[in-house]
Nanobody
Framework: EVRLVESGGGSADTGGSLRLSCEVS????????VGWFRQAPGKEREKVGT????????SYVDSVKGRFTISRDNAQNTVYLQMNSLKPEDTAMYYC????????????????????WGQGTQVTVSS
């Protein structure tokens, strides 16, 4: 059974930082795609970025480029989302998800392609 557990959410001031973790277990493939998504109240879910565990290639939505960094520790089966220079508009529930994809397919993957999701962790940024 694939299981994803997010942690690290909380509150931060504008300009602050938080690091989210996504611990993945039960994936049968040696390489896969991990996506970070977020959803604010009353808004549609948004893909924040992706990382391919094979090669570590990453992608980001324009609104977080230069502020957020996705990394992975394959030995720990954990993917991280480092969020710096936080803004109030970053406030949302953040989710990680996995898909059996790599490379450009991981970058381009839509939310409906990701088959396994975590429970989410709340990030609140105050102005």
């Amino acid at each position: 059974e694939v299981r994803l557990v997010e942690s690290g959410g909380g509150s931060a001031d504008t300009g602050g930082s938080l690091r989210l973790s996504c611990e993945v277990s039960g994936v049968r493939y040696s390489s896969y795609c991990v996506g970070w998504f977020r959803q604010a109240p009353g808004k549609e879910r948004e893909k924040v970025g992706t990382i391919s565990t094979a090669g570590g290639g990453t992608s980001y939505v324009d609104s977080v480029k230069g502020r957020f960094t996705i990394s992975r520790d394959n030995a720990q089966n954990t993917v991280y989302l480092q969020m710096n220079s936080l803004k109030p508009e970053d406030t949302a529930m953040y989710y990680c998800a996995t898909a059996h994809l790599s490379g450009v397919f991981c970058v381009a993957a839509r939310a409906d392609v990701f088959g396994h999701w975590g429970q989410g962790t709340q990030v609140t940024v105050s102005s």
